[in-house]
């Protein structure tokens, strides 16, 4: 199953803001957008953000998302240290019936 | 409080097979489609399987045939049976709930002779 595409790395002084893009088709990610997950090294997922824009209970408003066709994007303002992670985006591909990823794009904050 | 907790990861060899158990407390479990979530060593996640409330199943091409995954409602419990095992397979296994909003903590699968 083709995954969605994130570039591999991102880096970002402290303080500043950085995007994150996901790139799908019209299948995924233009259907019901994405979900964003953010991984730290040595943990598992934690759901930042859901479909069309949702934000589960207890995370930052730093993290915003928003879509573009059939393209995702994560923001994250006012980088902090903690920050430092991967982030994935998933999307439910209804043509191939299953959950695509995507390669994950490591943030450094500076 | 929301919790799932994996278990039955281990050592097996090429061939074998292995079930994982994911336990689930805090929420009505019968309500939600549940997932399986893969990751190999220093890669990137990969979906396995899903399993909606209805019991309809969905799998990766990579594990089609292979794996099933269930579910027992009366037992807050989600399942993966994975038979003919590869050493592509080798990877922590995380269940997930619904569209991603709880995961385990992990149960490694390590697959060599």
């Known amino acids: 199953q083709a995954g969605l595409t994130q570039p591999p790395s991102v880096s970002k002084g402290l303080r500043q803001t950085a995007t994150f893009t996901c790139t799908g088709n019209s299948n995924n990610v233009g259907n019901q957008g994405a979900a964003w997950l953010q991984q730290h090294q040595g943990h598992p997922p934690k759901l930042l953000s859901y479909g069309n824009n949702n934000r589960p209970s207890g995370i930052s408003e730093r993290f915003s998302t928003s879509r573009s066709g059939n393209t995702a994007s994560l923001t994250i303002t006012g980088l902090q240290p903690e920050d430092e992670a991967d982030y994935y985006c998933?999307?439910?591909?209804?043509?191939?019936?299953?959950?695509?990823f995507g390669g994950g794009t490591k943030l450094t904050v500076l | 409080e929301v919790r799932l907790s994996e278990s039955g990861g281990g050592l097996v060899q090429p061939g074998g097979s292995l079930r994982l158990s994911c336990a689930a407390s805090g929420f009505t479990f019968s309500s939600y489609a549940m997932s399986w979530v893969r990751q190999a060593p220093g890669k990137g996640l990969e979906w396995v399987s899903t399993i909606l409330t209805s019991g309809m199943t969905y799998y990766a091409d990579s594990v089609k045939g292979r794996f099933t995954i269930s579910r027992d409602n009366s037992k807050d419990t989600l399942y993966l049976q994975m038979n003919s095992l590869r050493a592509e397979d080798t990877a922590v296994y995380y269940c997930a709930k619904d569209w991603y909003d709880c995961w385990g903590q992990g149960t490694l699968v390590t697959v060599s002779s």
């Open positions: 998933s999307a439910w591909d209804i043509s191939l019936s299953a959950w695509v």
